[in-house]
Every structure is written in structure tokens, then in C-alpha cells.
């Protein structure tokens, strides 16, 4: 909290536990002060699966969380927002159940809430994928001098952060060779099209089905029990990792090598296995860029959507992504200046995040760092 008040997202997965939780919030922290913005970082979540419940069931367990969550948070001290399990929908069960309890309204103690209608930010679902999106097309036009037009870019997941950077890939004219959920996954091998991306938005968003339900909607072909990393027929160019942690582990990793890919942007959090990460550090001409600078303008625009709360107005869409692309420019100009001429983008992250952390701490006197003695 040496920035601000604590933020970050509410996971609801079988796999939350302690330990997961730990290492998600520790990654936000630096995460965070990557935004520019005043904000701390943490992670909650529970291992309740929203995955085959009832709306009633989804809603009963939103509000008993925060009935116990409520006590702790607040626009200066806590501010979740969602993750994987958590969208708009149980963000607004959580909501309307801390309005009862609190009597206070218009609080910009949530974030991720419906635009226009209970306080969100436009452009908020999109904004971690578009984001990751962002700053690899700026990284690719710096440091290789090409575009993303054309390109073959694997995606894996096909929640918000999948989708949108799969819909900001083919605004770019990239070619989107994959999306996949827990059960498989869709390949593309002459890349997604428009309308398979939106026949892809309707089973999830809408009628929140698997991936293998779609069968011939789409121009492509279900891979059942697969990932795009362990498929070694499948042509990549940059990889954008964005379903889940530890999704590429070290023999995913020295496929994509072998495939020759140029870059891996991760739009979720810690995608790539300690290992894995050892396979892409030994090809340093690999553009790299981990989860806390790639997929940060999810969480900034959280923190624009607390600042529109405060000051009770309303943003329109243009304005937040030209903030978003503003926020990812400039993340990306950080790390680039913290990695110098021979450090990686990588490192350039780790170093920015931690030195401004590192200052605040010093600032506040939380940290006092003793001189050393003259000999």
C-alpha cells in the first residue's frame, strides 16, 4: 500500500488457495506501479466455481462474500475489482450487496462495474487485452522494425483478456491461429475470422458454453485436450498467453522456439512457468514482455474508473483508450529505460516496478536504509 490503497482482482477458481493468492498480489504490486497511478496492489478470491452453478447460485455466493468482505474494503484502504470467475455480472452482485450494508452509494469501492448503469468505465472489459496488444505492437515496431499485419499470433484462453486481444489482433490485421478453454482448443490456420470471433463472444458471453459446443459455427477445428503451446504443427509468430498461470511450462516453451516465434506477450498473469521463462532468457533476441507490464492496462483503467467515481462523471469510450494507449506507451517507455543498452524488456520491468516501489517505501520512511560507516 506505499502507493495507494490495495488493488486488485477477486478470483473465483478451484485452484485459489493461499499460496496462489500470495504470489498474485505480490506480482500486482509491481504490476501497479508500472500504471502511474496511485495504487497499491493485492489478489483475493475463493475456490468457489461459478462454472455450472445457477444465476441464483452464482448471486447467493456473491452476496454472502461480501457480507464478509464489506468490512474490509474501501476507496482508500481496498479496492477489488474482477479476475478469472469474476465479471461484470458477479462484480454487480458484490456491489449491489455492499450498497445494502453500507447505505453509501456511488463509492468507487469496486471496480469492473457495468458502464453507464452502476458506475463502471467504458472500455474496461476490453481493456487488459487491448492493452496487451498495445504494447506488443510497440515493442515489435521498436525493436523489430515490422508490424503485426499478417503475423501468425497464437492466443490461448477465451475469457475477456482472449477475447479482446484476439478482437485488437484483427483490428491490426494480424492472424489469429488460436483461442481455447479448459476442455481444447480452436485452431485457425488461415486465421479467425469476424464472425468467428463474434460467434466465439456469444457461446461465452451469452450463453457461457465451452469452446467444443460451437463444432461447425466456426472456420476452425476443435482440438480436444489441447493447448496452442503443445501443438507442434501449429505456425507462430508471437504468443499471447492469456488464459491462466503456468500455462507454458519449459517443453510448451521450447516448441514456440522451435517454431522460430519472435515474441510472447503475457495478457495473464504469470503464464509461463519458472522453467519455461529459463527457454525464452536463452534466446535473448526473443521480445518478452511478463504479465505485470503486458496485461497492466487492465488494472489502470480500474484506477481511471475510480477516479471517474470520485469525481462523478462519465468518460466516453475514445477518451479511456486514448488514456489506455497513453498508460501502455508509456509502461513500455519505462522498462525499456530501466533495461539500458544491455538488459532485456524482461528485466526492464522487473527493475522499473521495483525501484518505484522501493522509493515510496524510502519516502514514507518505511524503509530506512542505515549509512555505512566510513573505515
Avoid at 465479471?87 to 449491489?96: A, K, L, Q, S, T
Avoid at 445494502?100 to 456511488?106: A, D, T, V
Wanted: hydrophobic share 35%; glycine share 14%.
Amino acid at each position: 500500500s506505499a502507493l495507494g490503497p490495495y488493488k486488485g482482482g477477486l478470483r473465483f477458481h478451484p485452484s485459489v488457495d493461499e499460496g496462489v493468492l500470495k504470489f498474485l498480489g505480490f506480482e500486482q504490486i509491481f504490476k501497479n506501479a508500472l500504471t502511474g497511478l496511485p495504487l497499491g496492489g493485492g489478489k483475493g478470491g475463493s475456490d468457489f466455481d461459478p462454472k455450472g452453478k445457477s444465476e441464483a447460485e452464482v448471486r447467493r455466493f456473491c452476496e454472502s462474500f461480501m457480507t464478509n468482505l464489506c468490512r474490509y474494503i474501501d476507496a482508500s484502504t481496498d479496492v477489488p475489482a474482477g479476475d478469472i470467475g469474476v465479471g461484470g455480472r458477479e462484480i454487480g452482485y458484490m456491489y449491489g450487496q455492499y450498497k445494502r450494508l453500507s447505505n453509501l452509494h456511488g463509492e468507487g469501492v469496486l471496480t469492473g462495474k457495468t458502464p453507464g448503469l452502476l458506475g463502471g468505465i467504458e472500455l474496461r472489459p476490453e481493456a487488459t487485452g487491448f492493452g496487451t496488444v498495445y504494447i506488443a505492437e510497440q515493442a515489435i515496431k521498436d525493436k523489430l522494425g515490422e508490424s503485426l499485419e499478417g503475423k501468425h499470433c497464437a492466443v490461448s484462453g477465451s475469457g475477456n483478456v482472449a477475447q479482446y486481444a484476439a478482437k485488437m489482433l484483427l483490428q491490426l490485421g494480424a492472424k489469429v491461429v488460436s483461442i481455447s478453454d479448459s476442455n481444447g482448443c480452436l485452431i485457425f490456420e488461415d486465421g479467425m475470422t469476424q464472425v468467428d470471433w463474434e460467434r466465439i463472444i456469444e457461446c461465452k458471453q451469452v450463453k457461457r458454453a465451452r469452446l467444443d459446443t460451437l463444432g461447425s459455427q466456426v472456420s476452425g477445428k476443435y482440438v480436444a485436450g489441447h493447448s496452442p503451446w503443445n501443438l507442434p504443427d501449429l505456425s507462430v509468430d508471437f504468443a499471447f498467453p492469456c488464459a491462466t498461470q503456468n500455462e507454458i511450462d519449459e517443453v510448451g516453451a521450447k516448441m514456440l522456439m522451435e517454431k522460430s516465434a519472435r515474441g510472447v506477450f503475457e495478457g495473464a498473469n504469470l503464464p509461463v512457468t519458472a522453467s519455461g521463462q529459463e527457454v525464452l532468457r536463452s534466446h535473448p533476441g526473443v521480445l518478452y514482455i511478463p504479465g505485470k507490464a503486458a496485461n497492466a492496462g487492465g488494472v489502470g483503467v480500474s484506477g481511471l474508473e475510480m477516479s471517474q467515481n470520485s469525481s462523478r462523471t462519465y468518460w466516453k469510450r475514445e477518451t479511456v483508450d486514448a488514456l489506455l494507449k497513453d498508460m501502455m506507451a508509456e509502461i513500455y517507455r519505462q522498462m525499456k529505460d530501466a533495461a539500458g543498452d544491455s538488459g532485456t524488456l524482461e528485466q526492464g520491468t522487473n527493475r522499473a516496478g521495483f525501484l518505484k516501489v522501493a522509493e515510496a517505501l524510502k519516502g514514507l520512511g518505511w524503509v530506512y536504509i542505515k549509512p555505512t560507516s566510513k573505515l
